[in-house]
T-cell receptor, first 115, second 114 residues
Framework: DQQVKQNSPSLSVQEGRISILNCDYTNSMFDYFLWYKKYPAEGPTFLISISSIKDKNEDGRFTVFLNKSAKHLSLHIVPSQPGDSAVYFCAASLAGGTSYGKLTFGQGTILTVHP | NAGVMQNPRHLVRRRGQEARLRCSPVKGHSHVYWYRQLPEEGLKFMVYLQKENIIDESGMPKERFSAEFPKEGPSILRIQQVVRGDSAAYFC????????????FGDGTRLSIL
């Protein structure tokens, strides 16, 4: 039961252009969403998060948008840089109780930014 | 990676042996999580611990796997009688106790079973 889905296994973008990574979820109880970036042989690095009470959060070149009615979130990177080339994971967690810490991850999207 | 230290980075075991994976969280973080990543897949939650307590172990296989986070020392993920299917990257993450704080990950232990 894949509750968090990243339907694009890969994305290729030209340097300087916008990268848009998408993520869909099925569990309407999720209330906290995160994006992580991962290089080979390293652990995931936290990028940006958003609470379900918001629909947008921005941090430098990274912006996350949340559409609760569509159960969809996206990560925008602008402008894209070659160093952004990595695997990007979206993750979600549930509110309250003992489940709060458990993150449910998507399968990841490989982003390649060409010079 | 934000100070979460995992060791060893690589571990090779033969079928039937035991594997012990260690995780030291970021200083001040009291919550520890373990995730497993199989080849070509995303990370799957295994267990969530606080000091001396298991909070959520819904992702742990029922047999051979155990985890602890003692009052002193690192968190340990223990796999007894390893099988080939246990080969994976095991990641530990930690977070402070405040809600809504992101988890920070270590670089993982890559377990290979011969």
């Amino acid at each position: 039961d894949q509750q968090v889905k990243q339907n694009s296994p890969s994305l290729s973008v030209q340097e300087g252009r916008i990268s848009i990574l998408n993520c869909d979820y099925t569990n309407s109880m999720f209330d906290y969403f995160l994006w992580y970036k991962k290089y080979p042989a390293e652990g995931p690095t936290f990028l940006i998060s958003i609470s379900s009470i918001k629909d947008k959060n921005e941090d430098g070149r990274f912006t996350v948008f949340l559409n609760k009615s569509a159960k969809h979130l996206s990560l925008h990177i602008v402008p894209s840089q070659p160093g952004d080339s990595a695997v990007y994971f979206c993750a979600a967690s549930l509110a309250g109780g003992t489940s709060y810490g458990k993150l449910t991850f998507g399968q990841g999207t490989i982003l390649t930014v060409h010079p | 990676n934000a100070g979460v230290m995992q060791n060893p980075r690589h571990l090779v075991r033969r079928r039937g042996q035991e594997a012990r994976l260690r995780c030291s969280p970021v200083k001040g973080h009291s919550h520890v999580y373990w995730y497993r990543q199989l080849p070509e897949e995303g990370l799957k939650f295994m267990v969530y611990l606080q000091k001396e307590n298991i909070i959520d172990e819904s992702g742990m296989p029922k047999e051979r796997f155990s985890a602890e986070f003692p009052k002193e020392g690192p968190s340990i993920l223990r796999i007894q009688q390893v099988v080939r299917g246990d080969s994976a990257a095991y990641f530990c993450a930690s977070s402070p106790p405040q809600p809504g704080q992101p988890q920070h990950f270590g670089d993982g232990t890559r377990l290979s079973i011969l």
